[in-house]
């Protein structure tokens, strides 16, 4: 996949940008910027201090034992609590939920175990020398918002404004199964092609339909029928 900037006309700052599969299918993405992440931080910081104070609370009378589980408590939820949010719940914590914004890999694929973790890892320098100003340099400075972490690991914080995924009304194909097992950049280029088929013309559909002869052994006019079938099942239309 190729990443292309693609600024709005009508905007100084460089907020979308573009993954363009082999295939020759789009996906577009805004970045998410400082306040939003800034203010999700802040709820994800309310919700472990809350949790926090219980453990404290609770375990206060077991002494020494209490202060170790305490600290056990703590170094999970300061380590843990954004990667195992991220990875299992589509790259939102409670807090990115929010204000919907997600992680996710630089090409627009789930975030993973790995990238998720060295992001997060590197939090210990973005929070240099106080109150981010490390983070916050890199993220006015990137062109996609990316603090160190986020360069490190591959990653950015999008905004999460995908609407719900239906094919056109008038695809009123039979859903089919695909012939062969699929990639996921090969999923995600024919729910997309379906998704958008009623904006595409015929000719562009057929085009497309013949770079993505492989996965079918279709072309042309065949070749599209048959790709908006495959999206459609894989869209859950069965």
């Known amino acids: 996949m190729t990443v292309n900037a693609q600024g709005p006309t009508n905007t100084p700052l460089d907020t979308h940008f573009n993954v363009e599969t082999p295939e020759g299918i789009q996906f577009n993405a805004a970045a998410a910027g400082p306040i939003p992440r800034m203010l999700a931080y802040t709820i994800d910081s309310l919700w ?15 002494g020494k034992a209490g202060e170790g589980f305490f600290l056990i408590t703590l170094f999970l939820l300061e380590w843990f609590y954004p990667v195992v949010f991220e990875v299992f719940r589509n790259g939102q914590t409670p807090g990115k939920k929010a204000f919907k914004i997600k992680v996710v890999n630089e090409d627009l694929t789930p975030v993973t175990w790995g990238n998720s973790f060295i992001r997060n890892l590197l939090r210990a320098v973005d929070i240099l020398p106080f109150f ?22 591959g990653t950015v914080v999008i905004y999460n404004t995908a609407a719900p995924m239906r094919a056109p009304k008038e695809n009123a194909l039979e859903p089919c199964a695909p012939p062969k097992a699929l990639t996921p950049n090969e999923r995600r280029a024919i729910t997309e092609f379906t998704l958008r088929s009623s904006d595409i013309s015929e000719s562009r559909q057929e085009e ?23 999206g459609a099942w894989l869209l859950g239309h069965k």
């Open 48 to 62: 472990r201090g809350l949790v926090y104070c219980i453990v404290f609370i609770t375990t206060d009378f077991l």
């Open 132 to 153: 981010y100003v490390f983070g916050l340099t890199s993220m006015t400075l990137s062109k996609h918002f990316q603090r160190l972490g986020d360069m490190a690991a």
């Open 208 to 230: 497309l339909a013949t770079l993505l002869k492989p996965v079918t052994d279709k072309e042309g006019e065949e070749g599209a029928k048959l790709l908006k079938s495959i």
